[in-house]
């Protein structure tokens, strides 16, 4: 396909994102291979950090109510005792 082939390279399809459609060719077979998998693992590296980040401060949460909950002191009665 790149090489002396007898097919229009313009024909298959791809955007001339270039002004040469070997050029734009290449520039797109780069994109796809190395480009788009690269942003790929950005992404996924980025949702594993944020979905970590939320659980922990979900987590963090829970445990300083869980906290607040157990260290509270006995509602007072009032001025004047019963007993």
């Given at each position: 396909?790149?090489?002396k082939s007898k097919e229009e390279i313009a024909n298959?399809?791809?955007?001339?994102?270039?002004?040469?459609?070997?050029?734009?060719?290449?520039?797109?077979?780069?994109?796809?291979?190395?480009?788009s998998p690269f942003l790929q693992l950005l992404t996924?590296?980025?949702?594993?950090?944020?979905?970590?980040l939320l659980s922990y401060r979900k987590k963090e949460?829970?445990?300083?109510?869980?906290?607040?909950?157990?260290?509270?002191?006995?509602?007072?009665?009032?001025?004047?005792?019963?007993?």
């Amino acid at each position: 396909m790149l090489f002396k082939s007898k097919e229009e390279i313009a024909n298959f399809g791809l955007p001339l994102i270039l002004y040469d459609p070997r050029a734009s060719l290449i520039g797109w077979l780069i994109l796809m291979i190395v480009i788009s998998p690269f942003l790929q693992l950005l992404t996924t590296i980025f949702a594993g950090h944020l979905t970590l980040l939320l659980s922990y401060r979900k987590k963090e949460i829970q445990n300083k109510n869980t906290q607040a909950t157990a260290c509270q002191v006995a509602p007072r009665r009032g001025p004047f005792r019963t007993s």
